[in-house]
């Protein structure tokens, strides 16, 4: 996938929710079920999962236990099935996580999380609803973009089916994905003041919607900071490829 330009037909309306001052997350509506329940949802280019909270889960339909990682959160619960729906759009017979217990949610400012990434890398094993979506042919075009204003947060939208030129000016930059699971590219290196600070033969990120930090390795990162003569905050994540700072 690349995001093209395309006549847009559905643009669902984001807002940035802030705590403590500082803004954490993009955040959305969307609605399941028949009748249809509002949802506040985070879309996030990071994880392939839909899942919403769920009191109790007692319909013949949950019956596949799910567990879903989020970094230091966790979420536990059932599989289900119903009609899912962004904006106009509907999906139909979708899969989505119901969550009977959470870890590490506490106070945050959304009900559930609506993965974008890869089927590659669902952990419940769901088609993704943008994939459903696009199978069931909902649009013309498998593209959808995120326009992300921090002056104006009220502004900011997720499009489905194109790309509304209204949000940006000049041509589009293509960057080819390098990997399909997340939305993975290939960085040519990192540079401050035209001198290279990390990433000097060439490293792979992807874009997350659901972080508003930049991590990277120890290393990388530490040279930053001292290069921008920063003080960094005493934040290291262990992943399964070692030790991972955050760039704040």
Not at 30 to 52: E, M, R, Y
Not at 157 to 170: A, L, S, T
Request: include cysteine.
């Amino acid at each position: 996938f690349k995001i093209l330009q395309a006549s847009l037909r559905e643009r669902q309306r984001v807002n940035i929710c802030q705590m403590k001052g500082s803004p954490i997350a993009y955040v959305g509506n969307i609605t399941i079920g028949t009748p249809p329940q509002d949802i506040q949802v985070i879309f996030d280019t990071g994880s392939a999962d839909l899942w919403v909270p769920s009191i109790t889960c007692q319909s013949p339909a949950c019956s596949q236990p799910v567990s879903i990682v989020y970094g230091p959160g966790l979420i536990q619960g059932f599989l289900g099935d119903d009609t899912a729906r962004i904006g106009n759009f509907v999906s139909l017979n979708q899969s989505f996580g119901l969550s009977v217990e959470e870890f590490g949610f506490d106070g945050m400012p959304f009900d559930g999380v609506l993965g974008l990434a890869f089927p590659s890398i669902s952990l419940t094993g769901a088609r993704p609803i943008f994939d459903n979506l696009w199978s069931q042919g909902a649009f013309s075009e498998p593209v959808f973009a995120f326009y992300l204003s921090k002056s104006k947060p009220e502004g900011s939208v997720v499009m489905f089916g194109g790309v509304d030129h209204r949000y940006y000016k000049g041509e589009l930059n293509l960057v080819p994905v390098s990997h399909t699971r997340h939305w993975q590219i290939s960085m040519n290196r990192t540079t401050m003041n035209g001198e290279v600070v990390a990433c000097s033969r060439g490293c792979q990120a992807f874009v997350d919607t659901r972080s508003a930090l930049i991590y990277g390795p120890k290393e990388m990162v530490t040279n930053i900071h001292k290069v921008m003569k920063a003080k960094p905050k005493d934040s290291e994540v262990k992943g399964s490829s070692g030790p991972t700072s955050l760039l704040l």
